[in-house]
């Protein structure tokens, strides 16, 4: 019998979630919420891009949603901009007895040492009293920041120093509020953007870093930050808006996690609008954006991620990816005890329930 789905948010994620809901056997979508106003009562498949009918079109609010008796919700609403909301919304969801698998709020993919531990006891309290279980992941901070490196470490001897890197160039990415509100393109050089306030940093990227101490079974003593900035060297139009000369084009930034005074566990990102700034900081391995995961120890590792697709560039691609890993994960989630968990405790995911014959 087909597990009944409902969406949260159809957005550059939701879209992309909605689409495989909507066409993998496995899935029954009962509803689909929305915030946006215009896509209030428009069915699920002209949401999805698809030329489809589906019968079940969107609603405006999450109680609507929950009156669908869904099993299980895939969130994919907002939540670096907005992390109070997006937790009090997956709490809702659970009170209700409705499983959860999303992308958002972020920091529950590993809250512990991260997130305050009264939030974290009302999540798990929502969780027990619904009988229902939350998985929240993504791709960085996701599987190509843990899944992918600790499953090259549990080939390795020793492990002195992982990596992992997300290189790109953002500027066909069309996410207005992530690229200029949150990471600050297009903002002068003086000014601080969101994301890099001191203790934002290790607080979106802290869940990888303990995650992957967690799986190596040692303590992080301290986690630091770095961020540095390269100006437009003119004025120029990317996807999400305006890059005016002078402002910032490309940012370089990481974090890092110390283990026993050292430098142990390291998440680092480039991030480009135009690909010849900066053509000292590292580059991706192909196609305009690659994931890379080193490994210093033995034996020593690098490798490279390299997403493409046919409906679109590296970005899309990457999306397509974190948005593949939260829907696959449904069955698991529905599987497991009531709680929150992370990529540690869930099975091994194999792409059960994927293929397609040509």
Request: proline share 6%; with cysteine.
């Amino acid at each position: 019998m087909a597990i009944r789905v409902a969406q949260v948010a159809t957005g550059n994620a939701g879209k992309l979630t909605l689409r495989q809901l909507i066409d993998d056997p496995r899935f029954e979508l009962v509803a689909v919420s929305t915030s946006n106003s215009d896509k209030v009562g428009k069915d699920a498949g002209e949401l999805a891009g698809l030329d489809v009918t589906t019968g079940v079109v969107a609603v405006g609010s999450l109680a609507e949603l929950i009156d669908a008796k869904p099993q299980v919700a895939v969130y994919a609403a907002m939540g670096d901009t907005r992390p109070v909301e997006a937790t009090k919304d997956v709490r809702t969801l659970l009170e209700a007895g409705i499983n959860v698998v999303g992308s958002a709020p972020g920091t529950l993919q590993f809250p512990w040492g991260t997130m305050p531990q009264p939030v974290i006891d009302k999540v798990e309290a929502a969780a027990q009293a619904g009988q229902a279980s939350i998985y929240i992941t993504g791709v960085d901070p996701g599987f190509a920041s843990d899944l992918i490196p600790l499953a090259l470490a549990s080939t390795c001897q020793r492990v002195e120093k992982i990596t992992c890197y997300e290189l790109a160039d953002y500027a066909t990415y069309d996410g207005a509020e992530v690229m200029f509100d949150l990471m600050g393109f297009g903002k002068p050089l003086g000014e601080t953007p969101m994301l890099f306030w001191p203790g934002v940093l290790a607080l979106a990227w802290g869940t990888a870093i303990r995650m992957m101490a967690k799986g190596l079974g040692v303590e992080v003593d301290e986690i630091t930050e770095h961020w540095e900035a390269e100006p437009a060297p003119e004025s120029y139009d990317i996807a999400a808006g305006r890059i005016e000369e002078g402002t910032i084009a490309a940012l370089k930034f990481s974090i890092t996690g110390h283990v026993a005074g050292q430098p142990a566990i390291v998440v680092e990102h480039v991030t480009r609008t135009r690909d010849d700034l900066r053509p000292d900081w590292a580059r991706p391995a192909a196609g305009g954006g690659s994931y890379r995961v080193e490994i210093v120890g033995e034996p020593n590792y690098v490798v490279d991620i390299v997403p493409s697709s046919e409906h679109g560039d590296h970005n899309h691609a990457a999306i397509v990816a974190a948005c593949g890993r939260i829907v696959n994960s449904i069955p698991d989630v529905l599987a497991a005890a009531p709680g929150l968990h992370t990529t540690l405790d869930l099975p091994l995911p194999t792409g059960n329930g994927t293929f397609r014959s040509a």
